[in-house]
């Protein structure tokens, strides 16, 4: 079974740093697109980092400068770190990539469970 497992939220202060793991584990023929969402309650799910197949990113413009995305396709975990956090950054956080299993020749998207990440001021 395919799935996506994050980690490394967790409550930091304000201009802190925190760095976020997605593993994709199961039978995974092709690692394709990785990002990164964040949603607070009462929200939309909001893009916050995205990289293409070829490795290609770009990022919330509220982020720009402050979080890396990056991605180990051999490893096929994405990792976002985030620096000089804010306390509007607050929220919980989805792994989202798009998957092509190895009994499919079609690729899937999928997300992961989520894992919160408070900043306090």
């Known amino acids: 079974q395919v799935q996506l497992v994050e980690s490394g939220g967790g409550l930091v202060q304000a201009g802190g740093s925190l760095g976020l793991s997605c593993a994709a584990s199961?039978?995974?023929?092709?690692?394709?697109?990785m990002g990164w969402y964040r949603q607070v309650p009462g929200k939309q799910r909001e893009l916050v980092a995205h990289?293409?197949?070829?490795?290609?990113?770009n990022y919330a413009d509220s982020v720009k400068g402050r979080f890396t995305i990056s991605v180990d396709k051999v490893q096929k975990i994405a990792y976002l770190q985030m620096n000089g956090l804010k306390p509007e950054d607050t929220a919980v956080y989805y792994c989202?990539?798009?998957?092509?299993?190895?009994?499919?020749?079609?690729?899937?998207?999928?997300w992961g469970q989520g894992t919160q990440v408070t900043v306090s001021s």
């Open positions: 989202n990539a798009l998957l092509t299993p190895l009994d499919s020749e079609t690729p899937n998207i999928y």
């Open positions: 199961g039978s995974i023929f092709r690692v394709g697109a």
């Open positions: 990289s293409t197949s070829d490795g290609i990113t």
